[in-house]
T-cell receptor, first 113, second 113 residues
């Protein structure tokens, strides 16, 4: 079945460090891929998405490229800030499954000044 | 402002009691979803609804019930049959059709007394 595997956390970085959070998926067909972010005590916010192979999603300095050959959608940011501290979720959706999302377990990121 | 509201922010349940979590959206979205979030487990789908008066079970529907009498409302009842209800509950909505992005409410934290 459809599933998403994310890098285990927590991830702790100093401000201005480079960030990578790995995400791989299993799905038939051509799913859409998403990264959501959750700040403490809040709901999830869409960070970026990609709907087909080789698409790059980007937002707020974060990027992820849809790699079908490696079934991956790794999240990257060149220089993290303290305000980026949050939990990051990778997810996939296939239109044939009534729009439901399959989530990874989430990766906690803490950035120190 | 358009968005999704969930109430209450915190809810306490006594043994044997049913409680209902509210989810309202004014985005005119067709589809609505309920997820449960436990630490380190990501989000798991409880129920979802594509249109008014229709809904489907997700992966962990046992001990929960829903209704969809109005397009803008999708309340979730946690029944006494749910033996481990302590969790963070998130409601989401999606425009429908080919639009796959889901938008989340702020969540309700349910605690058992």
């Amino acid at each position: 079945g459809d599933s998403v595997t994310q890098m285990e956390g927590p991830v702790t970085l100093s401000e201005e460090a480079f960030l990578t959070i790995n995400c791989t998926y299993t799905a038939t067909g051509y799913p859409s891929l998403f990264w959501y972010v959750q700040y403490p005590g809040e709901g999830l916010q869409l960070l970026l998405k990609a709907t087909k192979a080789d698409d790059k999603g980007s937002n707020k300095g974060f990027e992820a490229t849809y790699r079908k050959e490696t079934t991956s959608f790794h999240l990257e940011k060149g220089s993290v800030q303290v305000s980026d501290s949050a939990v990051y979720f990778c997810a996939l959706s296939r239109g044939s499954t009534l729009g439901r999302l399959y989530f990874g377990r989430g990766t906690q990121l803490t950035v120190w000044p | 402002d358009g968005g999704i509201t969930q109430s209450p922010k915190y809810l306490f349940r006594k043994e044997g009691q049913n409680v209902t979590l509210s989810c309202e959206q004014n985005l005119n979205h067709d589809a609505m979803y309920w997820y449960r979030q436990d630490p380190g487990q990501g989000l798991r789908l409880i129920y979802y609804s594509q249109i008014v008066n229709d809904f489907q079970k997700g992966d962990i529907a046992e001990g929960y019930s829903v209704s969809r009498e109005k397009k803008e409302s999708f309340p979730l009842t946690v029944t006494s049959a749910q033996k481990n209800p302590t969790a963070f509950y998130l409601c989401a909505s999606r425009p429908g059709g080919q639009q796959e992005t889901q938008y989340f409410g702020p969540g309700t934290r349910l605690l058992v007394l």
